[in-house]
T-cell receptor, first 111, second 112 residues
């Protein structure tokens, strides 16, 4: 079965420290993976997608098919990065746009 | 351009009562979704609609019904609310880019 696992409910770091939010997936096909973010009192929004290989707000994520992981990284955390982060998988052979989300990780960046 | 709009934002129900969550999008998107968000469970798909006139079940459809009234609107109905349906409900529509869902602000539902 397709599954997305985010093992940490809460990750707390100090400002300026590196951040790595873990995401592991199980999927028998060719996955499309995404990171979504929900800032306090804001809507859930797409942060980045693996296929774009982009850096958004200093965050990057590399798809590692061997380890079935898609960890989100940032070298120097900022207080404004504090939010809930969701990893998501598209199993979209039928092009329905359905996403499977992980449990979410709350990132807390302390001053 | 409001994006995805959900109503109501908050609702308290008693067990057995019914209610409908409304969702509308103004982005001319074909596909729309209803998710529920629970602590430690992430977001789980309840129902989705790939296009006007079609709906299909997601991971957790039991206890819910949906209506895709037109291209803009996708409502979620609880016929007989149960405490297990206490949750935050999110409506979303699908943009052009792969994996890009646009979410509403959420509706917090409490069933006593």
């Amino acid at each position: 079965a397709q599954r997305v696992t985010q093992p940490e409910k809460l990750l707390s770091v100090f400002k300026g420290a590196p951040v790595e939010l873990k995401c592991n997936y199980s999927y028998s096909g060719s996955p499309e993976l995404f990171w979504y973010v929900q800032y306090s009192r804001q809507r859930l929004q797409l942060l980045l997608r693996h296929i774009s290989r982009e850096s958004i707000k200093g965050f990057t994520a590399d798809l590692n098919k061997g380890e079935t992981s898609f960890h989100l990284k940032k070298p120097f955390a900022q207080e404004e990065d504090s939010a809930m982060y969701y990893c998501a998988l598209s199993r979209d052979s039928s092009n329905t746009g359905k996403l499977i989300f992980g449990q979410g990780t709350t990132l807390q960046v302390k001053p | 351009n409001a994006g995805v709009t959900q109503t109501p934002k908050f609702q308290v129900l008693k067990t057995g009562q019914s209610m409908t969550l409304q969702c509308a999008q103004d982005m001319n998107h074909n596909s729309m979704y209803w998710y529920r968000q629970d602590p430690g469970m992430g977001l789980r798909l309840i129902y989705y609609s790939a296009s006007e006139g079609t709906t299909d079940k997601g991971e957790v459809p039991n206890g819910y019904n949906v209506s895709r009234l037109n291209k803009r609107e996708f409502s979620l109905r609880l016929e007989s609310a149960a405490p297990s349906q206490t949750s935050v409900y999110f409506c979303a529509s699908r943009g052009q880019a792969a994996g890009e869902l646009f979410f509403g602000e959420g509706s917090r539902l409490t069933v006593l």
